[in-house]
């Protein structure tokens, strides 16, 4: 099956600076990729997601990137505030995601004021 | 408002119970999906329902079992509860575009 992993597992950048999360897939097959911000004692939310056909996507501060060939994928967040701390979870899917999400183990980013 | 529901939010039960997680959804949405989280880490799937009478198991061998009877609602129970099965279950629902949205999660113990 699907195996995702997510660097880092943690990630302290200063408020105003950039943010960049990588995750690697192993299925070539896997054809969606969504992002997730879960705040503490909260349900996830989708931020973003791209699907295979497309090499970058953007939506305000955020944008996330697609290497098919190298199988990996990035989340970028530009010009960070306190409130885009969170856990960030990447995740992959064969058949756009019908039969379920395969999750990385998440990543803590801090933003420091 | 088009939301995910999932009931109790918060459950304390002794081992051996029967125990039914609820999941409905009001976002007209036909796919539904049942994912275990422990604190802090990754979500696993475990079950998933493509429509009313579909039920398929995920990727993360689980001893609950799920139904389907109508589209907006999609219960998990386990028979016999165990401490191991301490988590949170998050429900979850995506339709034509295959975005998944969850719900707000049920953290299960099981003393």
């Known amino acids: 099956g699907e195996n995702v992993e997510q660097h880092p597992s943690t990630l302290s950048v200063q408020e105003g600076d950039s943010a960049v999360i990588k995750c690697t897939y192993s299925d070539s097959a896997s054809n969606y990729f969504p992002w997730y911000k879960q705040e503490l004692g909260k349900r996830p939310q989708l931020i973003i997601d791209?699907?295979?056909?497309?090499g970058e996507k953007k939506d305000q501060r955020i944008a996330v990137t697609l290497n098919k060939t190298a199988k990996h994928f990035s989340l970028h967040i530009t010009e960070t505030q306190p409130e885009d701390s969170a856990v960030y979870f990447c995740a992959a899917a064969l058949g756009g995601g019908a039969d379920g999400l395969t999750f990385g183990k998440g990543t803590h980013l801090i933003i420091q004021p | 408002e088009a939301d995910i529901y999932q009931t109790p939010r918060y459950l304390v039960i002794g081992t051996g119970k029967k125990i039914t997680l609820e999941c409905s959804q009001t976002m007209g949405h036909d796919k539904m999906y049942w994912y275990q989280q422990d604190p802090g880490m990754e979500l696993h799937l475990i079950h998933y329902s493509y429509g009313v009478n579909s039920t398929e198991k995920g990727d993360l061998s689980s001893e609950s079992t799920v139904s389907r009877i109508r589209t907006e609602h999609f219960p998990l129970t386990l028979e016999s509860a165990r401490p191991s099965h301490t988590s949170q279950y998050l429900c979850?629902?995506?339709?034509?575009?295959?975005?998944?949205?969850f719900g707000p999660g049920t953290r299960l113990t099981v003393t």
């Open positions: 979850a629902s995506s339709g034509q575009n295959y975005e998944q949205y």
């Open positions: 791209i699907r295979s056909n497309v």
